[in-house]
T-cell receptor, first 112, second 111 residues
Framework: GDSVTQMEGPVTLSEEAFLTINCTYTATGYPSLFWYVQYPGEGLQLLLKATKADDKGSNKGFEATYRKETTSFHLEKGSVQVSDSAVYFCALKSNAGNMLTFGGGTRLMVKP | DAGITQSPRHKVTETGTPVTLRCHQTENHRYMYWYRQDPGHGLRLIHYSYGVKDTDKGEVSDGYSVSRSKTEDFLLTLESATSSQTSVYFC??????????FGPGTRLTVT
């Protein structure tokens, strides 16, 4: 079945550092890929998405590129802020179904 | 933000009691979902609905039932709560089977 693997956290960075959170997936066909962010005490918010190979999703300075050859969708940001502290979830949705399959989440802590 | 509310937001109940969680949307979206969130597991799908009275099981449906009698409401019922069902429950909605929008969550504790 489909699966998503994320790097375990927490990831602790200083403000203005470069961020990478790794995400790899296993799925049949050509799934859509997503990054969601969860701030403390809140539900998940869609951060960005990509629906086909080589697509780049971007939002709020975050980027991720759909790499079919490496089955990856790594999240990057050039300069993190304290306000980016949250839990980040990578997810996929296969073409055939309605369900999102989530990774385990990665907690990011940004220190001033 | 998508108009999704969940009630209650917090609940403590005893083992063996029935519990119903409610998800209400004002977006008229066709698809609705119930997930549970547990440390290390991300979110796992319990049940989903693709229309009024149309529901299907997800990955972790044992011990849960759902009902959708109106487009705007999706109910999740634990017939006899167990401690393993202590979790945070999220409802989500979707118009087009692609992007999903999540509610604020319900924290359920079964003692």
């Amino acid at each position: 079945g489909d699966s998503v693997t994320q790097m375990e956290g927490p990831v602790t960075l200083s403000e203005e550092a470069f961020l990478t959170i790794n995400c790899t997936y296993t799925a049949t066909g050509y799934p859509s890929l997503f990054w969601y962010v969860q701030y403390p005490g809140e539900g998940l918010q869609l951060l960005l998405k990509a629906t086909k190979a080589d697509d780049k999703g971007s939002n709020k300075g975050f980027e991720a590129t759909y790499r079919k050859e490496t089955t990856s969708f790594h999240l990057e940001k050039g300069s993190v802020q304290v306000s980016d502290s949250a839990v980040y979830f990578c997810a996929l949705k296969s073409n055939a179904g309605n369900m999102l399959t989530f990774g385990g989440g990665t907690r990011l802590m940004v220190k001033p | 933000d998508a108009g999704i509310t969940q009630s209650p937001r917090h609940k403590v109940t005893e083992t063996g009691t029935p519990v119903t969680l409610r998800c209400h949307q004002t977006e008229n979206h066709r698809y609705m979902y119930w997930y549970r969130q547990d440390p290390g597991h991300g979110l796992r799908l319990i049940h989903y609905s693709y229309g009024v009275k149309d529901t299907d099981k997800g990955e972790v449906s044992d011990g849960y039932s759902v009902s959708r009698s109106k487009t705007e409401d999706f109910l999740l019922t634990l017939e006899s709560a167990t401690s393993s069902q202590t979790s945070v429950y999220f409802c989500a909605i979707s118009a087009d089977r692609d992007e999903q929008y999540f509610g604020p969550g319900t924290r359920l504790t079964v003692t």
